[in-house]
């Protein structure tokens, strides 16, 4: 078993308001249960439509993970693909800059939506096999430059 202790916090300022969200002195914890880290870092994703998977099941000697953490220093597309190939996934988008958090388990099924049975059984989530990354755009700015860490 391992702590993740994590400090962040977001400022966003506009005409009318502040809202912040967090804070820098105070941390969050998070416990893992084997304590073990995966690490793909500094992983270059061309300019261009290619995916590049940066993790799948087994791959440094996880079968899964709690936890992950995602950064770029260009916009990318990453893909958390369940039952390793099938077409059970989920796109997010993350932003250049940004440290992206996410979790383990998806809708294991492209056609599920929230209908109670989930949040009740269970049966519709599934663990990510499989993370793959590729620039959203062949806008020749540049290859990206990704991390991505996985905790479990």
Known sequence: MATLTLTHKLTMTDTDSIVEIGSLTTSNSITVTNGQIFRAENKTIADNFTADILWTTGE????????????????????LRTDNSTAEFVLLNIPANVPVYFGAKVGGNTTESLDGAI????????????????????????????????FN
């Open 60 to 79: 440094g000697g996880m079968n899964t993970f709690e936890l992950g953490l995602i950064k770029s220093n260009v916009a990318v597309v990453m893909e």
């Open 119 to 150: 949040l009740v059984d269970g049966t519709d989530f599934d663990d990510v096999d499989r993370i793959e990354v590729q620039r959203d755009v062949a806008d020749v700015t540049g290859d990206a430059t990704v991390d991505l860490y996985l």
